[in-house]
């Protein structure tokens, strides 16, 4: 659990788990409404593709992103999902998400709607509020051994921040 005492330590803990993230990865954001998982990714996806404009998906449920690389070669997709009117899991199959698994960067909202073994390995990172105005308290949650190896390596960057 750490302690983020306002918005800028949020997106500084986004950017550096931006910095770390690989193909494959799949990243949970829990909370309560208003408690900042939409802020969170976008500045994920701003610090991975350089985009100012991140919509959140609540309405469409999902948004992809390509990172590009110098040369402008597609290195990754990243998908944000937004799965708080999803009622049933079976509505996610639609969405694409099954195959991407594995393969794409994934940031979803709300992740409990799914069952955690859907998911396989992945880090879910609860985000709560602490009474003080901006400030968050931050949890992460691990499934599986790439999702410690990359919980340590965000701690690790903000350990250095």
């Not at 788990?17 to 309560?32: E, F, H, Q, R």
């Not at 969405?95 to 880090?123: F, H, N, V």
């Not at 400030?135 to 921040?161: A, N, P, Y």
Request: charge should be negative.
């Amino acid at each position: 659990m750490i302690k983020l005492e306002n918005e800028s330590k949020t997106t500084a803990l986004a950017e550096a788990l931006a910095s770390v993230a690989k193909n494959g990865d799949v990243i949970g954001l829990s909370g309560n409404l208003g408690v900042g998982k939409s802020s969170f990714a976008r500045a994920f996806i701003n610090a991975r593709c350089g985009i100012d404009e991140v919509p959140s998906p609540t309405f469409t449920l999902v948004q992809t992103y390509e990172e590009t690389s110098i040369d402008n070669e597609i290195k990754n997709d990243i998908w944000h999902l937004d799965l708080y009117r999803i009622n049933d899991e079976s509505e996610v199959y639609e969405l694409g998400l099954y195959e991407a698994l594995g393969q794409d960067i994934i940031l979803i909202e709300w992740p409990e709607r799914l069952s955690a073994k859907t998911l396989g390995d992945w880090l879910n990172i609860t985000l709560d509020f602490s009474g003080e105005a901006e400030e968050r308290i931050v949890t992460f949650i691990e499934h599986g051994s790439r999702s410690k190896t990359l919980r340590d390596e965000v701690l690790s960057q903000i350990k250095m921040l």
